[in-house]
């Protein structure tokens, strides 16, 4: 869960750096916000995002009975 949540926060910071580009139209902020490593991150918080939403899938799962670790009770 906290991928999950660590992912959303990430790229809310990095959404948030897009709008303060747009709100400010700092040449500084225009920089960072189309700078490689920005691009790695948002790669990164959607990698964060899909590990979390597949572990909190699987948690759901095992809590209602139907999980993985169900079928061998």
Do not use: Q
């Not at 225009?30 to 490689?36: F, K, L, N, P």
């Not at 990698?47 to 759901?60: E, P, Q, R």
């Amino acid at each position: 869960m906290w991928f999950l949540f660590a992912g959303a926060a990430l790229l809310a910071g990095i959404l948030g750096l897009f709008w303060a580009k747009d709100r400010y139209s700092s040449p500084t902020l225009h920089r960072m916000a189309y700078h490689e490593l920005t691009a790695r991150l948002t790669v990164v918080a959607a990698a964060l995002i899909i590990i979390g939403a597949l572990m909190a899938g699987a948690d759901i799962l095992d809590l209602m009975g139907v999980g993985p670790y169900a079928w061998g009770k």
